[in-house]
T-cell receptor
Framework: GEDVEQSLFLSVREGDSSVINCTYT??????LYWYKQEPGAGLQLLTY?????DMKQDQRLTVLLNKKDKHLSLRIADTQTGDSAIYFC??????????????FGQGTTLQVKP | GAVVSQHPSWVICKSGTSVKIECRSL??????MFWYRQFPKQSLMLMAT?????????EQGVEKDKFLINHASLTLSTLTVTSAHPEDSSFYIC????FGTGPYTGELFFGEGSRLTVL
């Protein structure tokens, strides 16, 4: 089946690194995504990684993918108070031509303390 | 990059009325759009996949007669919540991918979302 799991809450101090973890079940995932949602707002794509990659770095963001364990993580270096938000991981399912369908995790609320 | 716009951002309506939400892709042709619903403090759940010029494909448990989706052009998809009830109050988000602009990029673009409150 299709399932994406995340821890619900993470609290860090400003300047520390944050690591948000995600596990998924569908081995046919092609892309895995991290989205950020601020209160009352839509989703903002932070980064994505293709399933044949192990790592992707984009400025303060580092995505690690362990395909064997179906584990995805997002590391935010030098976390700032503006990073406080809900972070969703999602996997893209490509099956029966239905490209673009995403399965979302429950979201991890990141709280950054000054 | 691609921009997806939703309108309205907020809508409050009385129970029993119908509400239409628009989703527009502003700088590319969106052959496929997706409609998601998000309840408070919960994740996004895919409601339906909307293909331009054809009927939408609904996920299991989503009533197609209640959530009418029209995708008449490559830049506009609409979701109409018919005979809305308080339990339909939610945050509705559309998304689309850059298929129309060339090779599949793997990136979905999301609208800002529309918050529906049914009294």
């Amino acid at each position: 089946g299709e399932d994406v799991e995340q821890s619900l809450f993470l609290s860090v101090r400003e300047g520390d690194s944050s690591v948000i973890n995600c596990t998924y079940t569908d081995s046919s995932s092609t892309y895995l995504y991290w989205y950020k949602q601020e209160p009352g707002a839509g989703l903002q794509l932070l980064t994505y990684i293709f399933s044949n990659m192990d790592m992707k770095q984009d400025q303060r963001l580092t995505v690690l993918l362990n395909k064997k364990d179906k584990h995805l993580s997002l590391r935010i270096a030098d976390t700032q108070t503006g990073d406080s938000a809900i972070y969703f991981c999602a996997e893209s399912i490509r099956r029966s031509g239905n490209t673009g369908k995403l399965i979302f995790g429950q979201g991890t609320t990141l709280q950054v303390k000054p | 990059g691609a921009v997806v716009s939703q309108h309205p951002s907020w809508v409050i309506c009385k129970s029993g009325t119908s509400v239409k939400i628009e989703c527009r892709s502003l700088d590319f042709q969106a052959t496929t759009m997706f409609w998601y619903r998000q309840f408070p403090k919960q994740s996004l759940m895919l409601m339906a996949t909307s293909n331009e010029g054809s009927k939408a494909t609904y996920e299991q448990g989503v009533e197609k007669d209640k959530f009418l989706i029209n995708h008449a052009s490559l830049t506009l998809s609409t979701l109409t919540v018919t005979s809305a009830h308080p339990e339909d109050s939610s945050f509705y988000i559309c998304s689309t991918s850059g298929f129309g602009t060339g090779p599949y990029t793997g990136e979905l673009f999301f609208g800002e979302g529309s918050r529906l409150t049914v009294l």
